[in-house]
């Protein structure tokens, strides 16, 4: 069955270092996105991509970067992580054209910055 | 400005009865979905229900349906028959033509089913 993979689930960092967070699926969708969720504000966009060599920012990508270099796979990285970067983070792709082109979400991945 | 907005933070109903969570959408485009989604304490998120900005029925889908009032900006979800199962976060989402293919959520509403 087709899936979307997040890794790793948990990550424990400490500030000022690189962390990248992986997703991947195999839905064959071009568009994939990353969210993060904090109590009392939802999940914000924070990258989003409609095909490969494509990446957009979001409403909160200050801090973050992404790259498609495959239609597969969409990492996320922080550049220099901050404690304001502790959250949860969400992978999601969904397909072009579909009738309600609804999000697949990837299991989320818990990150803490120390 | 907060384009969707949940004003229930938080919500009980009892367990076998109806439950109605809040949400207004705020857009200026005449093309937009409007979807909920589900996320129990396992943290997954559950796609439950999609009403196109043009549709003219109430979307439906088993124990969920949403009322779509179009003029009033709003798209609440009605929940039947409650249960225990259906103790959860609850997200409203909305994706508008002209924002290409991302989605905006609202804060969400955490609803827990009493026994």
């Known amino acids: 069955d087709a899936e979307i993979t997040q890794s790793p689930r948990h990550k424990i960092t400490e500030t000022g270092r690189q962390v990248t967070l992986a997703c991947h699926q195999t839905w064959n969708h071009n568009n994939m996105f990353w969210y993060r969720q904090d109590l009392g504000h939802g999940l914000r966009l924070i990258h989003y991509s409609y095909g490969v060599q494509d990446t957009n920012k979001g409403e909160v990508s200050d801090g973050y970067s992404v790259s498609r270099s495959n239609t597969e796979d969409l990492p996320l990285t922080l550049e220099s992580a901050a404690s304001s970067q502790t959250s949860v983070y969400f992978c999601?792709?969904?397909?072009?054209?579909?009738?309600?082109?609804?999000?697949?979400f990837g299991s989320g991945t818990q990150l803490s910055v120390l | 400005a907060q384009k969707i907005t949940q004003t229930q933070p938080g919500m009980f109903v009892q367990e076998k009865e109806a439950v109605t969570l809040d949400c207004t959408y705020d857009t200026s485009d005449p093309s937009y979905g409007l979807f909920w989604y589900k996320q129990p304490s396992s943290g997954e998120m559950i796609f439950l229900i999609y009403?196109?900005?043009?549709?003219?029925q109430n979307a439906t889908e088993g124990r969920y349906s949403l009322n779509f009032q179009k003029a009033r900006k709003s798209a609440n979800l009605v929940i039947s028959a409650s249960q225990l199962g259906d103790s959860a976060m609850y997200f409203c989402a909305m994706r508008e033509e002209t924002g290409g293919f991302k989605t905006i959520f609202g804060a969400g509403t955490r609803l827990f089913v009493k026994a």
């Open positions: 009403q196109g900005s043009y549709d003219q």
């Open positions: 999601a792709s969904s397909e072009s054209g579909s009738p309600n082109e609804k999000l697949f």
